[in-house]
């Protein structure tokens, strides 16, 4: 089990933590290399486990002192150890010389890799953690953040309000990429295991916690779960909550592109009423903004398919079912998967 298979089976098996390991080459910079191996990742929280290699240069702060150490020449490591934040590392490490020499202190900007380090990473995508300057010991300390809100869902899908890409349509919404489907899950795993239990529902405190929770259900489990039955589990759901939104007509209080996604449960129903529902929404979407007319050809194109057959005859290997000759002669055409 390794590289995303392994991260969507720890989510199955409602875990949490997983490891990544990392190994850094001649010339690297080793905190530097932490903080970016955290963000590139998209990860909000992570531990060091351990690691091992040899350094060129090693700047430590002993305990007690203002200024770090400079260590120059051929340095073992031995230890090393610490937590990963957004907002910074905060790693100790041990080293000896070549006279078997060893200082260990907190690690510094400018330790160098001379030949490599193996480290070892432990991901907590369950929380967040930050660092905030902390008066009684004058640096900047972890604190344990909320995890997993609505709108670290909203700024992921969308982007964060008043920046791109925020209020335009995504590419990556609609294409197969392993990379994205992976930090989905890695990001937000905790959060599609709640929704697909029936938790969550206090985000429906508003309307856009409302759309946060269809996106976990309708659309993070379609990029998780891809090509497996459970990319379809949360759409009972998903339609549950975004038909209240539309009922009461709080979609029109949301952006086009965020109800766009409103709609999309619709559209993703085996169900003529739902088809049906799925054109009308889409229809008024594309009148408020035209640029989203392809939308409305997609509803349309899904509605004739279930008018058809009654069901996306290109689910029915996903889901053990079989399929009728005129199912699998539809399935030869082009454009007849979505």
């Known amino acids: 089990m390794k590289g995303g298979d392994g991260i969507v089976a720890a989510i199955s098996e409602g875990l949490a933590m997983y490891t990544l390991p990392l190994r850094l080459s001649p010339g690297e910079d080793l905190r530097a290399s932490l903080d970016r191996f955290l963000l590139e990742r998209g990860l909000s929280a992570g531990q060091v486990l351990g690691g091992v290699g040899s350094l060129s240069a090693?700047?430590?702060r002993l305990a007690g002192q203002g200024e770090p150490q400079q260590l120059n020449g051929e340095l073992e490591l031995l230890t090393l150890a610490g937590t990963l934040t957004p907002e910074g590392a905060h790693l100790h490490?041990?080293?000896a010389d070549a006279e078997g020499r060893v200082c260990g202190g907190h690690v510094c900007p400018g330790c160098t890799v001379r030949t490599t380090v193996e480290a070892l990473v432990l991901a907590l995508p369950e929380h967040r953690l930050g660092r905030v300057h902390d008066r009684a010991t004058g640096y900047r300390e972890m604190v344990v953040l909320p995890g997993g809100t609505a709108q670290e869902v909203l700024d992921f899908w969308f982007g964060t309000a008043g920046a791109p890409p925020h209020g335009e349509v995504r590419s990556v919404w609609f294409r197969?990429?392993?990379a994205f489907d992976a930090e989905i899950a890695r990001r937000f795993g905790t959060q599609i295991k709640a929704a697909l239990?029936?938790?969550?529902?206090e985000w429906d405190a508003t309307t856009h916690g409302t759309l946060a929770r269809i996106i976990v259900l309708d659309q993070f489990t379609r990029n998780t779960f891809r090509d497996s039955p459970r990319s379809f589990e949360g759409d009972a759901l998903a339609l549950e909550a975004a038909r209240?939104?539309?009922?009461?007509?709080a979609d029109r209080t949301l952006n086009t592109v965020e109800r766009w996604f409103v709609y999309m449960p619709f559209q993703h129903a085996e169900d003529l009423a739902c088809q049906d529902d799925s054109v009308r929404l889409f229809t008024r979407l594309a009148a408020d903004a035209p640029?989203?007319?392809e939308a409305l050809d997609y509803a349309h194109r899904h509605r004739r398919v279930i008018e058809r057959f009654g069901r996306f005859p290109h689910r029915n290997v996903l889901l053990g079912r079989p399929s009728?000759?005129?199912e699998l002669a539809f399935l030869e055409q082009p454009g007849s998967r979505f």
Not at 197 to 201: F, H, N
Not at 244 to 249: E, I, P
């Open 93 to 95: 490490m041990s080293v």
């Open 244 to 249: 209240a939104l539309v009922q009461r007509g």
């Open 58 to 60: 090693a700047r430590l």
């Open 291 to 293: 640029a989203l007319s």
């Open 197 to 201: 239990e029936g938790r969550l529902r």
């Open 324 to 326: 009728t000759a005129a």
């Open 176 to 178: 197969k990429d392993p």
